[in-house]
């Protein structure tokens, strides 16, 4: 990666271009127009396969797929339950569960809620796409927080879209907590909202690449403004989004001022992670119903100005076009593959063991398909 600090912290590679996944500290990336690549289109739910709102269909292992090699890559990944270790390893094809295991530590299983971490950003993009599309929200328009409300503001200029795509200018130090940093500090404070609000711009909105989860949990207190925010934020998230795709539990955590921490909080199952992976798979329809507004999946994941690798929540893969991933530190990865009608989930307690998991796997399909 040709990042303009050579000093900066290294970024933790969990793929080989598109899972940039733990970010510790990314410096700024110069402006460059992103690749042209060929979209995937997505394939629709086949005929007589039934949604998951309630139960996954189970389906059977495709005929040309190498399944050893996965079983391989998956039992070394285990790591026999040991602390550092992938827990759970889910793929969806066809929309039908076709394969799924848990480590044998006794705190994996397929229902047992596990950390999303960044995953949840892909989540609150999510959110964004339902106000968007009943709307409420447009994402060209300055971003309204009300501290960059004046004309004279320099950051006046920021967009929604410039903070889906982690390219607002704003100072940051993207340290982990708890180590002392912007994230530790936001995550301290009684409003983490106002806290990233209250940041001076360090570059021009929309010309540095710099991830940033205070632009996440803006864009989760821009969501409270419109929705409400606590309970009633919790209430709108279930009804327009995880009640539709059976997603029954998830723990989300607030600031006492009401305000979801969107860049890292959305607990939940390895099953009802591939579930908000199917909706992206299939472009943001769920049995008939546009939960997420036409477009707004191929936006999410079209590469960004500031950076090829990053779409609009969601990490994107310059070396499978189409692919794209949903991540989280330590391993916690949705994978949505359109040329393959595939869906893959693993969380991990470490991103190294996570990675040859879902290379195998992406590389078994693309094998079977000669794609």
Request: proline share 8%; hydrophobic share 45%.
């Amino acid at each position: 990666m040709n990042m303009k600090n050579p000093d900066r912290i290294s970024a933790v590679l969990i793929s080989r271009a598109a899972l940039v996944v733990v970010i510790l500290i990314v410096f700024g990336r110069a402006a460059a127009a992103p690749p042209t690549q060929t979209p995937t289109e997505f394939p629709p739910q086949p005929d007589g396969v039934p949604f998951p709102t309630e139960e996954w269909p189970e389906g059977e292992w495709p005929e040309g797929v190498d399944r050893a090699a996965i079983d391989v890559a998956v039992d070394v990944a285990f790591a026999e339950g040991a602390p550092l270790r992938v827990r759970a390893v889910v793929i969806i094809h066809g929309g039908k569960l076709i394969y799924e295991r848990y480590s044998t530590d006794e705190d994996d299983g397929p229902f047992k809620i596990m950390p999303s971490y960044s995953i949840a950003k892909s989540f609150t993009s999510a959110l964004v796409g339902i106000l968007v599309r009943d709307g409420r929200l447009d994402v060209d328009a300055p971003a309204p927080v009300p501290a960059w409300s004046g004309e004279d503001d320099p950051r006046h200029a920021i967009t929604l879209d410039d903070l889906l795509r982690m390219s607002s200018g704003l100072e940051w130090n993207e340290a982990p907590y708890p180590e002392p940093g912007d994230m530790t500090d936001m995550i301290r404070s009684e409003d983490a909202a106002a806290y990233v609000a209250a940041k001076e711009l360090a570059h021009p909105p929309g010309t540095e690449f710099y991830y940033n989860s205070g632009n996440t949990v803006l864009i989760a207190r821009i969501l409270a403004d419109v929705v409400g925010e606590g309970r009633t934020f919790r209430g709108f998230m279930y009804t327009e989004l995880l009640d539709k795709i059976g997603i029954n539990r998830m723990d989300l955590m607030f600031d006492p001022a009401g305000t979801w921490f969107g860049s890292f909080s959305a607990d939940t199952t390895a099953r009802s992670f591939a579930k908000f992976g199917l909706l992206y798979l299939r472009d943001g329809v769920w049995d008939g119903e546009h939960i997420l507004p036409e477009g707004w999946v191929e936006y999410s994941r079209t590469p960004s100005a500031t950076n090829p690798e990053y779409g609009a929540g969601w990490w994107l893969d310059l070396e499978r076009p189409g692919v794209f991933y949903a991540v989280g530190v330590r391993g916690q990865v949705i994978t949505v593959d359109p040329a393959h009608d595939l869906v893959l989930v693993h969380l991990a307690t470490d991103s190294a063991l996570a990675l040859p998991v879902s290379e195998a796997i992406l590389d078994a399909f693309a094998a079977q398909s000669g794609t």
